[in-house]
Nanobody
Framework: VQTVESGGGLVQTGGSLRLACAVSGTAFSNNDMGWYRQAPGMQRELVASITTRDSTYVADFVKGRFSISRDNAKATLYLQMNNLKAEDTAVYYC????????WGRGTQVTVFL
């Protein structure tokens, strides 16, 4: 299974980004999916997840600002990030929370004041 994350970048506080994760090598629609992030010196943490039935979970620290969605026809996972804060700066990854695959390269999000 391969995951290719994209959409990161440099954005000012309060700005928005939409991340995408293209998944290949698996029947994407049969997989629960999640977005994770890892800041320098910190452990990787779950940001949001979505089940095969489109039930979603969003971590408290981004609730109300981030949303997760999926397009099974495109085998792609999305993370809409609004009102970004400096503490959202991290590398963002996608994976299956129920049985993690090898991690992709991620996409860097940098939020500056």
């Amino acid at each position: 299974v391969q995951t290719v994350e994209s959409g990161g970048g440099l954005v000012q506080t309060g700005g928005s980004l939409r991340l995408a994760c293209a998944v290949s090598g698996t029947a994407f629609s049969n997989n629960d999916m999640g977005w994770y992030r890892q800041a320098p010196g910190m452990q990787r943490e779950l940001v949001a997840s979505i089940t095969t039935r489109d039930s979603t979970y969003v971590a408290d620290f981004v609730k109300g600002r981030f949303s997760i969605s999926r397009d099974n026809a495109k085998a792609t996972l999305y993370l809409q990030m609004n009102n970004l804060k400096a503490e959202d700066t991290a590398v963002y990854y996608c994976n299956d929370p129920t049985g993690p695959w090898d991690w992709g390269r991620g996409t860097q999000v940098t939020v500056f004041l």
